[in-house]
């Protein structure tokens, strides 16, 4: 069974930045990925970015390019993402996702077989 547990959401002035953390509970020699994804009021979830982990293969969507930024702790088994310049159009809770290997890692909310309960992020104007 995996676990993942965020941390790191808050309010922010628009322009500021945030660090959210996703330790994962994971029992394997194998890559995998993860995923950040948010889900903003009365709008689906949607993918933020994703990373094999042990490799520097990453995606981002569009929206967060130039932005935001993944990073990973092997030893601690948690990816990090790096929110700079920050939007009100980046309010939303942020889950963080995990699933066995897949190149590229994929982008879908059905895809992944396990999440985190979310961190919210308030980003004021």
């Known amino acids: 069974q995996v676990q993942l547990v965020e941390s790191g959401g808050g309010s922010v002035q628009a322009g500021g930045s945030l660090r959210l953390s996703c330790e994962a509970s994971?029992?394997?020699?194998?890559?995998?990925?993860l995923g950040w994804f948010r889900q903003a009021p009365g709008k689906e979830r949607e993918v933020v970015g994703t990373?094999?982990?042990?490799?520097?293969?990453?995606y981002y969507t569009d929206s967060v390019k130039g932005r935001f930024t993944l990073s990973q702790d092997l030893g601690k088994n948690t990816l990090y993402l790096q929110m700079n310049s920050l939007k009100p159009e980046d309010t939303a809770m942020y889950y963080c996702?995990?699933?066995?290997?897949?190149?590229?890692?994929?982008?879908?909310?059905?895809?992944?077989?396990?999440w985190g309960q979310g961190t919210r992020v308030t980003v004021s104007s």
């Open positions: 990373m094999l982990t042990g490799t520097d293969n990453t």
């Open positions: 994971v029992n394997t020699d194998w890559p995998y990925c």
């Open positions: 996702a995990a699933r066995s290997i897949a190149w590229p890692c994929p982008t879908t909310t059905n895809e992944y077989n396990y």
